[in-house]
């Protein structure tokens, strides 16, 4: 059965880094763009991040910009989210997810493609 693992969220105080991990299982990664994908409690789903096929491109939402970082190991079908300099409002249920048709859709992938998500809480 095919499917994504999100791991790596926690409690952070602003200020401090986590990185997230999302390893996919049943399928290989690397025929995917891969993107994650936030939602705070009574928000709607954010687009936070994505990662080209080749890995050559990157888009980040402004939200993130120049804090977040995203990347990717085919080798261990995994991609990451190095977030730094976390701020409250980053607070959500961080998920991953893949499209073969690259990171302009990767905001459109439905939810029940999602993988269950990671917590992350910025709190002091």
């Known amino acids: 059965q095919s499917q994504l693992v999100e791991s790596g969220g926690g409690l952070v105080q602003p200020g401090g880094s986590l990185r997230l991990s999302c390893t996919a299982s049943?399928?290989?990664?690397?025929?995917?763009?891969m993107g994650w994908i936030r939602q705070a409690p009574g928000k709607e789903p954010e687009g936070v991040s994505c990662?080209?096929?080749?890995?050559?491109?990157?888009v980040y939402a402004d939200s993130v910009k120049g804090r977040f970082t995203i990347s990717r190991d085919n080798a261990k079908n995994t991609v990451y989210l190095q977030m730094n300099s976390l701020e409250p409002e980053d607070t959500a249920v961080y998920h991953c997810?893949?499209?073969?048709?690259?990171?302009?859709?990767?905001?459109?992938?439905?939810?029940?493609?999602w993988g269950r998500g990671t917590q992350v809480t910025v709190s002091s």
């Open positions: 990662i080209s096929i080749s890995g050559a491109s990157t």
């Open positions: 997810a893949g499209t073969p048709m690259g990171c302009n859709y990767y905001t459109k992938i439905r939810s029940e493609y």
């Open positions: 049943g399928f290989a990664l690397e025929s995917y763009a």
